[in-house]
């Protein structure tokens, strides 16, 4: 057996430090990995599909994954394209037998192992790129979406590629679009730790943060850099301001790479907000039938039905309607407020996430749908006639009988300048959180709930 050594780069955080990949002989292929100052790992390949059905892995390696950033003709002959490992594929009595034949060969001295590892099969899936972020097939790689300079300064937004190792969906998770909806920001930096990409069938594209201008400088609502919404300029503009080439790259790189969008936001610095998902049906029944088993999947039990969408994509408008334009169904989802990062609010974020990747079969295991949420037919805006100082009377998910006094404002010294109360019946979806207030600024948002499911 002559051997051919193909050093093959990674760039693998989740197992440490597996270094390299090492090529045996013709097909059937013996596969050595090696682990940096500690033991190797052989895999006989067999079949088309390169099913390894052997491996011998130190014990401190759980999990870990290749793909040959080299041309694949180079390393994967016949184009087939990657190794990954799957942990739940290979069990002890598998790696004891696959150690035991390969002590046969006397090439290599193997290591015992104590621990469940894996191995690997391999996926046709086309090479993926986001940003400067190329997906490797088994591995989470971070890169950036880089908005360059124009009219104003550019800005690099991060992004991390989840591939994993059989195909699947392309998913989409963005968040922080208003840089202090901060709930929302911490779940999608947690999935990207999280996520084990030896798990998932498909790929997820996460965007933790879009403005990062507005996170840094603690600016609620807009990007400080132009004073827009980063998330009212969809699709985007490359001649405009920075939020509309932001948006355009967003649009290029992370839209039309998806199959599927779920856009996080939450209560803003001045917001105490309740959760809920928005659902908005584009016309396409069967499109609109899997963003609402999303939503259902997604599992907050408030939606709002939101029918008043964009219809043309060239003004989109929203991330999410941008995304729906472009034929992928989406969802919004909001939980946190004020500032905060309840760990009830991440946690509702993060599972909504992981259940609508089941929903999609891009992770093992069912994702029942919400029972009876409450649907929202409209929201009742309640808006301040006057500047001063906001005093609430009521709290984020009360329910709320139209001409109830839910706050009042009062000038500087204190006398009442005006009250607000409930246009409508309905669920306070969001109060504002902060005394301060500007005259037609939004004091609360009611949810009035809709008379039967849609
Ligand atoms: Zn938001």
């Not at 390894?52 to 999990?63: D, H, L, T």
């Not at 080299?70 to 184009?79: G, L, T």
């Not at 840094?216 to 503009?237: A, C, I, L, T």
Request: proline residues 7%.
């Amino acid at each position: 057996m002559t051997c051919q050594t193909e050093s093959v780069p990674h760039s693998s955080d989740i197992s440490g430090s597996i270094n390299a990949l090492s090529r045996f002989g013709s097909y059937p292929e013996v596969i050595r990995l090696e682990k940096a100052g500690f033991t190797s790992a052989w895999f006989r390949a067999r079949g088309p599909e390169v099913q390894f059905e052997e491996i011998a892995m130190n014990s401190s390696v759980r999990s870990a994954a290749f793909v040959s950033r080299e041309p694949r003709a180079s390393c994967w002959p016949e184009q087939r394209p990657c190794v990954a490992f799957d942990r739940r594929r290979y069990t002890l009595p598998t790696l004891k037998r696959g150690l035991e034949e390969a002590s046969m060969c006397k090439r290599l001295a193997l290591i015992l192992l104590s621990c469940v590892v894996c191995v690997a099969v391999a996926a046709q899936q086309p090479a993926l790129t986001v940003g400067t972020a190329t997906a490797v097939t088994g591995q989470t790689v971070t890169g950036f979406i880089e908005v360059s300079a124009g009219s104003d300064v550019g800005t690099n937004i991060p992004v991390a590629v989840i591939r994993g190792p059989k195909p699947g969906a392309t998913l989409a998770l963005v968040a922080g679009a208003h840089g202090t909806e901060y709930a929302s920001i911490i779940a999608l930096e947690r999935l990207i730790q999280e996520l084990n990409p030896a798990e998932i069938s498909g790929t997820v594209i996460i965007v933790p943060l879009v403005n990062i201008a507005s996170f840094e400088q603690k600016v609620p609502h807009v990007n400080p850099v132009d004073g827009k919404s980063m998330n009212r300029f969809y699709p985007g503009n490359p001649n405009g301001t920075q939020t509309e080439r932001a948006s355009w790259a967003m649009t290029k790189q992370v839209v039309e790479k998806s199959d599927y969008l779920i856009d996080l936001h939450g209560g803003d610095l001045d917001e105490s907000l309740r959760p809920y998902s928005y659902w908005a049906p584009t016309g396409n029944a069967q499109q609109d039938a899997v963003s609402r088993a999303m939503v259902l999947a997604f599992g907050l039990d408030t939606i709002i039905l939101s029918t008043d969408r964009p219809r043309d994509p060239n003004a989109a408008r929203y991330l999410e309607t941008n995304a729906s334009l472009r034929e992928k169904p989406s969802l919004t989802a909001e939980a946190g407020h004020a500032g905060t990062v309840e760990p009830e609010d991440v946690t509702a974020l993060i599972n909504g996430c992981l259940n609508v990747m089941r929903y999609l079969k891009m992770l093992p295991g069912n994702a029942p749908p919400v029972q009876n949420p409450v649907w929202i037919e409209r929201i009742a805006s309640v808006t301040s006639e006057t500047a001063g100082i906001f005093y609430p009377m009521v709290k984020r998910g009360w329910y709320v009988q139209q001409g109830m006094k839910i706050g009042y404002v009062t000038d500087l010294f204190g006398k009442t300048v005006w009250e607000a109360r409930a246009p409508s019946s309905g669920v306070v979806l969001y109060v504002c959180a902060v005394p301060s207030m500007k005259k037609s600024e939004t004091v609360a948002n009611i949810g009035v709930v809709a008379g039967k499911a849609p």
